[in-house]
């Protein structure tokens, strides 16, 4: 017998991908806010990373969190905080077994704790600045509202620079 066929639903690649760095997000023992990101080299998940403190350190879910304690902004505060970010652990995690990241894609998933809100991920200064030097090519996040971002991290180099150059330029004339 021939059964009916019915249409396969099926995620498109950026869904697909940021569905897998939720799930390694939800490995965050972050009490604030959990994020997790792959990276993706020819269709081929080569590294994951989720947001938590150095390997063997105490986990903030474990005993709280400083950045609560001080009443520190959410994206503040970064010199507080015992977190290697999710973005970082995906590049360090390649490293230490041995994977290239050169021309891959970075999924960036976020969630608060209990995962019932999506957080866009946004990589911090220091995040682009090492993404820019392992040589990813583009980063792809969600926003709460399900919209797919994309950032060519290229445009991070010159943002990057432009900044410096502009702080240089103020600290200039504050000496003058």
């Not at 995906?90 to 999924?107: P, Q, T």
């Not at 030097?133 to 990057?160: E, L």
């Amino acid at each position: 017998m021939i059964s009916k066929k019915t249409k396969q639903v099926r995620p498109d690649k950026d869904r697909y991908y940021l569905n897998i760095a939720k799930a390694v997000a939800q490995r965050s023992p972050c009490i604030r806010r959990q994020f997790g990101a792959i990276v993706v080299k020819e269709d081929v998940i080569v590294s994951t990373g989720y947001n938590g403190p150095a390997r063997g350190s105490i986990n903030c879910n474990e005993i709280g969190c400083l950045k609560d304690l001080m009443n520190l902004p959410s994206y503040t505060g970064y010199d507080y905080c015992p977190a290697v970010h999710a973005e970082e652990n995906a590049l360090l995690n390649a490293a230490r077994y041995g994977s290239s990241v050169l021309g891959g894609i970075l999924y960036l998933y976020g969630q608060t704790p209990d995962g019932n809100i999506v957080e866009e991920g946004k990589p911090c200064d220091r995040c682009k600045r090492a993404l820019i030097n392992a040589g990813i090519k583009q980063v792809i996040t969600i926003k709460p509202d399900k919209t797919i971002v994309r950032y060519n991290v290229s445009d991070w180099a010159k943002d990057d620079a432009d900044n410096y150059m502009g702080e240089i330029n103020k600290r200039k004339e504050l000496l003058k």
